[in-house]
């Protein structure tokens, strides 16, 4: 199978190749625009440098609140703490807060005085409406208003199109993405009072969709969408929006936990369509949903979150963060997410579907062959 890594190299030599040319043919035909692309080009790629490593102005956390999502596990759980430690006021949502969840309970026992809990389920209305009553109470002194807004909270749902059920298509976006909507409608008041953020959590997936995760990777795309337009309304305000796109992080979250995937699998073959399970057949399905955790909990997905806290914690406290931080875990993930959402598809849907057509084939298929 070819890989989105060799065709990366592949189109890289091409292309340096081409450009070398063209540079040589300059040299030798037309002096002038070679050294006048030439120095483009260095200066382009010298501008580059600088901006990247030329020290980055970030605003003091001290009397400033920030309202997260998704905080009893994870990246939130991880973002409360790190904010926490730098002075912030942290509001940590949990779905959990008021149950007893084990993440609500850590975060109130390791972190200051200045963070608080909220139970939050962002598909509840009555909770959502709640959480920004809690917050206006409990503001810092002198504050005007919450100074940043972090959207986390977040569900998987793997399986083919045919195996999803539309209840949990809706549970899905309901989460991911009208969850996202209504957090921050509910809190933009406040943060358009405060010329504060909104951060939003996305994912790789959102650039790129993958076989058997249509219902989690459309509903990061549509918050993309969502993020893009509310950065464009937000603007005239002084409000800025800032997209993560973590890569391959799942073993650093409880998203995919065994106990939690073994139930996504049970709730597949349980409300299947008769007819959809006799053409795909129960081993193409215990293949195939075994082909997906393997790929969750392969070597490529890191364990360790801090990069993504790390970009987070950039669109939080940066006077001037990026509209977007793609976080890959390794080199090869952030190329498999560039080259597989802009480049031709005809050049990456084998690279793509290649590992998942291998192997196993639904009973109707093996019948027809």
């Known amino acids: 199978m070819v890989k989105p890594l060799h065709l990366f190299y592949t189109a890289s030599l091409a292309g340096f190749t081409a450009v070398s040319g063209l540079l040589l043919l300059l040299y030798h035909c037309v002096p002038v625009l070679y050294y006048l692309c030439t120095g483009i080009l260095l200066g382009s790629v010298g501008y580059g440098v600088v901006l990247y490593w030329a020290p980055k102005s970030r605003v003091d956390g001290n009397g400033k609140a920030v309202f997260i999502t998704g905080c009893d596990s994870g990246f939130g759980f991880l973002l409360a703490k790190r904010l926490d430690s730098l002075g912030f006021t942290v ?13 609500a ?7 200051s005085s200045r963070l608080s809990t909220v139970q939050i389920d962002v598909t509840d209305d009555g909770q959502v409406q ?3 009553q809690q917050v206006k109470d409990r503001l810092p ?18 399986g083919e199109v045919e195996w999803v059920s539309l209840a949990a298509y809706r549970r899905v976006m309901e989460v991911n993405t009208f969850g996202s909507v209504r957090v921050t409608k509910a809190f933009l008041p406040l943060i358009r009072r405060a010329k504060g953020r909104v951060v939003n959590t996305s994912s790789g997936s959102g650039i790129h969709a993958h076989p058997a995760m249509s219902a989690y990777c459309m509903t990061k795309a549509a918050l993309e969408s969502f993020s893009d337009a509310l950065r464009h309304e937000m603007h005239k305000w002084g409000v800025q929006v800032v997209i993560v796109e973590p890569g391959r992080f799942a ?19 349980d409300n299947m369509e008769e007819v959809v399970k006799e053409d795909y057949g ?5 293949f195939r949903m075994g082909q997906i955790e393997a790929g969750h909990s392969d070597s490529s997905h890191a364990k360790d979150a801090t990069a993504v806290i790390d970009a987070m914690v950039d669109g939080v406290t940066l006077t001037t963060p990026a509209h977007r931080y793609l976080v890959g875990a390794n080199f090869e993930n952030y190329v498999n997410v560039i080259w597989l959402a802009y480049f031709p598809s005809p050049w990456t849907d084998s690279a793509e579907r290649g590992g998942n057509e291998d192997g196993v ?3 109707m298929l093996t019948k027809i062959n």
């Open 91 to 103: 509001f940590a949502g949990c779905l959990l807060a008021d149950s007893g969840g084990e993440g």
């Open 105 to 111: 309970k850590k975060l109130r026992a390791e972190c």
């Open 130 to 132: 709640a959480a920004v």
């Open 141 to 158: 002194t002198g504050s005007n208003g919450l100074y940043a807004l972090v959207n986390n909270a977040g569900v998987a749902q793997p």
């Open 251 to 269: 073993k650093a979250t409880d998203i995919v936990l065994p106990e939690i995937y073994n139930r996504h699998v049970e709730n597949l073959r």
């Open 282 to 286: 129960l081993e193409y399905f215990n």
């Open 361 to 363: 084939m639904p009973a």
